[in-house]
């Protein structure tokens, strides 16, 4: 897969625009919250094919700083909802990007909105309540962010978000590589990576590689489970993920062993098998007899 921004000629000019505008507003990226400009422009047109925007979509941008993708959003879909944390940088957008009157900008935590409750706003005819998630977002809150969207009562149609490279594998890996983070990502829509994007497409540079991650939800999680009571056996039993099955069930959920190797043989599970090889239907499987659910 090509790595977006290693032959990139206009990076100095989404640089320089970027720095001219921290020195003109005094400002700095903040570490605490993860900030690093996106300064490519072949890496800004990955991320506007992925998310194929229309003219009736409507965007939510999380995290959108100094609004150079937020600009380019605004261009395509009918609306976009723009979340910032950042007190400064939601003013600053929102006087660099009055022109555009289809666009709302929100000072909030995206974390204590609800999802539904952003679309309020939105004054663009679309079908339903459908929208699209398109962020390049702070490393920190990358699972919360994506657990939150897909959770939520009003799922968006389309998720593009640029995360960390690693994250982003652990996220679309196969049983046999699978992870807590994998599991909960593939119960609620199917991941794929969308291009990798070296470190120097960002200002500053952050430390490590990122991907473009794109996730297509399901109108419903891929098995019938209570996701509570699940998340809680799938936790315990990545809880010691080198360990059997049987050995992490046990130690994670405080249980026998014996009373865990039952549900196991029941749920036609070998038990020396490790959670990461699991499937998501196995899952469900262990979780029916774990909670006396019948099919």
Known sequence: MKTAGEHSHKTDSLLAQTQKLLRRFDLRARKGLGQHFLIDEEVLGLILSTAQLAPEDVVV??????????????????????????????????QRLSSFKNMTIINEDVLKVEPGTLLGDVKVERPSQSYKVVANLPYYITSPVL??????????????????????????????????????????????????VQAECFYPA???????????????????????????????????????????????LGLPKTEVLSWLEKAEIAPQRRAETLTLGEWARLWRVHSGVKK
Request: proline residues 6%.
């Open 206 to 252: 952050p430390e490590v590689d990122s991907a473009l991650l794109k996730i297509v939800p399901y109108p419903r999680p891929l098995v019938d489970v209570e996701t509570g009571s699940f998340f809680t056996l799938v936790r315990a039993g990545f809880s010691a993920a080198r360990k059997q099955i049987a050995n992490s069930l046990a130690q994670g």
């Open 61 to 94: 941008e999380v995290g959108p700083g100094l609004g150079v993708l937020t600009r380019e959003l605004a261009k395509r879909a009918g609306w976009v909802v723009a979340i910032e944390l950042d007190d400064r940088l939601a003013e600053i957008l929102k």
């Open 147 to 196: 657990r939150h969207f897909l959770e939520a009562q009003v799922k968006p149609q389309l998720m593009v978000v640029m995360v960390q490279r690693e994250v982003a594998e652990e996220i679309v890996a196969k049983p046999g590589r699978m992870s807590l983070l994998s599991v909960s990502v593939q119960l609620y829509g199917e991941p794929a990576i969308a291009g990798y």
